[in-house]
Structures are given as C-alpha cells and as structure tokens.
C-alpha cells in the first residue's frame, strides 16, 4: 500500500508570495492533518480535515488554510508569505482522525523557504 | 491544555548500549501516547503507540515503551543501539474527544540521538 504522498518536496518563495502544497493520503484514509515544524516551535498543527470539512484548526493566522477534496486529497495554501513561513510542512493521514483509535502516519514533507 | 515534555533535548550513547528516552504529558485523562522517528530531511515514522491494555508495548527496529500512568511517563527503550538509530525522537500524545481532538497529535520537542562508534 502507498504511503502518504506531498508534492512539492522542495520550494522557495520570496516574500508576499503564495504558495499551495499538496498531499495525498493512504488510500482509504479519510483525515487528512497538516503540521508545520521549526526549529524554534517544534511541530505545530494546523488543521485537520475530515470528508471535504475542516473539523479542528490549531492556531494559526488566517494566512493558512487548506481544503480537501472527495477523493481525500488535500491542498494547504499559505497567502502573504512571510520569512517566519519557511518550515517543514508535513501531511499526515489516518481513517477516521480519532486519534484515540486510529493512527497518523507522515508524508516525506515539503520544505518551503521564504526569500 | 495538554503538553508534552521531553526533558533530554540530545543524548549521546555507544553503538551496543542501551537506550532509555523520556517523556512526560499532562493531561487530566489518559491520553493516547506514540513514539515516532525522524531521519533528517524526513517526515516521521511511527514506533509504537499505546492505546490501552498491556502497559509494555513492542514497537519496530527492536523498539520498546513503558506507560506509567502514576508518574505520567512514556519512555521509549532499546536494549542495544545500533549506529542506524541515530535520528530525532518524538513523543506525542492524541485523544479521541472530538472537536478539537480531531487529527490533532501534540507532540513534544524532541530528543536527538547520537550514536558513537
């Protein structure tokens, strides 16, 4: 079975850019997570989709969002980037997101670098 | 709110030693604990985890972890290191309360490893 999948692996961005990551997730999973991670912040998460629906959102501005597709493919878009932004962006995926039953398992990451 | 700690931000050991990593929650219940791995430049991989039951659970790559519910501990072992243990080591917790639990991992700061010849 694939794992989770993120496209791109590497990015750079100036600032005031935007930016999409995407990520696919083991077939059959329905939850999609994203978590950002600095250095300075550790890993940190963002939201949590679940059927097309965002049901949790850690915090984080408003610059961040994502949405998820009926296949469960996800798309996280930051707007406005700003140098803070440059992360490890990781995707992570599990069936039904009730992480007292289930389990997340991690995409490779994508590495955005903001100029 | 829930958090994390990992008291030992790097540990050095030997190649062939034994290996006990720690990590503490807080949390009025009984979270759901994971012990993840990540290579550089790698996303993280699952260990072992510990939902309920037998409080000595077996992970991969000769992995091993204790839940002590009295002294709010994880901690991850390994009898006998090897060179390709070398990584950075996460604890996390999760819990199955809806809302703002869904999808949602909290993890601590991470321990990095360091394995010598």
């Known amino acids: 079975k694939a794992g989770v999948t993120q496209t791109p692996r590497y990015l750079i961005k100036t600032r005031g850019q935007q930016v999409t990551l995407s990520c696919s997730p083991i077939s059959g999973h329905r939850s999609v997570s994203w978590y950002q991670q600095t250095p300075g912040q550790g890993l940190q998460f963002l939201f949590e989709?679940?059927?097309?629906?965002?049901?949790n959102k850690g915090n984080f501005p408003g610059r961040f969002s994502g949405r998820q597709f009926s296949n469960s493919r996800s798309e996280m878009n930051v707007s406005t980037l700003e140098l803070g932004d440059s992360a490890l962006y990781l995707c992570?995926?599990?069936?039904?997101?009730?992480?007292?039953?289930?389990?997340?398992?991690f995409g490779p990451g994508t590495r955005l670098t903001v100029l | 709110a829930q958090s994390v700690t990992q008291p030992d931000i790097h540990i050095t050991v030997s190649e062939g030693a034994s290996l006990e990593l720690r990590c503490n929650y807080s949390?009025?219940?009984?979270?759901?604990l994971f012990w993840y791995v990540q290579s550089p430049g790698q996303g993280l991989q699952l260990l072992l985890k510990y939902f309920s039951g037998d409080t000595l659970v077996q992970g991969i790559k000769g992995f091993e972890a204790e839940f002590k519910r009295s002294q709010s501990s994880f901690n991850l072992r390994k009898p006998s290191v090897h060179w390709s243990d070398a990584a950075e080591y996460f604890c996390?917790?999760?819990?199955?309360?809806?809302?703002?639990?869904?999808?949602?991992?909290?993890f601590g700061q991470g321990t990095i490893l360091t394995v010598h010849p």
């Open positions: 992570a995926s599990s069936r039904e997101g009730r992480l007292g039953l289930d389990t997340q398992y």
């Open positions: 996390a917790v999760g819990f199955n309360a809806g809302g703002t639990s869904y999808g949602k991992l909290t």
């Open positions: 949390y009025g219940a009984t979270p759901y």
């Open positions: 989709y679940f059927s097309e629906t965002q049901r």
